[in-house]
């Protein structure tokens, strides 16, 4: 059974830093491309990074380049979001997310519906 278990999540005053953590079992995702989402309450959810199966290549929003950043340790099976300099608008619910499919290039990692396996999420609370 594959889970993805996200952790690290919190309540931040605005400005602060919070780095999320996504660890997977079950099988390996070094071939894949995984993922982070969010949603806001009353809102859908949305693309926040990805990145390939080495991290050599990334994914970001626009709402979050610069402040965001995605990084992964295929040894342990894990990817992470280092989250810098968080405004009021970061607070949701973040959800880690894998594909089931090799990295290729030419699939949109921006789209949810590329990605197969998601964890539970995790709350991000940013206060003013």
């Known amino acids: 059974q594959v889970q993805l278990v996200e952790s690290g999540g919190g309540l931040v005053q605005a400005g602060g830093s919070l780095r999320l953590s996504c660890a997977a079992s079950?099988?390996?995702?070094?071939?894949?491309?995984m993922g982070w989402f969010r949603q806001a309450p009353g809102k859908e959810r949305e693309f926040v990074a990805a990145?390939?199966?080495?991290?050599?290549?990334?994914y970001y929003a626009d709402s979050v380049k610069g402040r965001f950043t995605i990084s992964r340790d295929n040894a342990k099976n894990s990817v992470y979001l280092q989250m810098n300099s968080l405004k009021l608008e970061d607070t949701a619910v973040y959800y880690c997310?894998?594909?089931?499919?090799?990295?290729?290039?030419?699939?949109?990692?921006?789209?949810?519906?590329?990605?197969?396996?998601w964890g539970q999420g995790t709350q991000v609370t940013v206060s003013s």
């Open positions: 997310a894998a594909d089931g499919a090799p990295f290729r290039t030419n699939r949109n990692y921006y789209s949810d519906y590329t990605y197969d396996y």
């Open positions: 990145a390939s199966r080495s991290g050599s290549s990334t």
């Open positions: 079950g099988r390996t995702f070094n071939n894949n491309a």
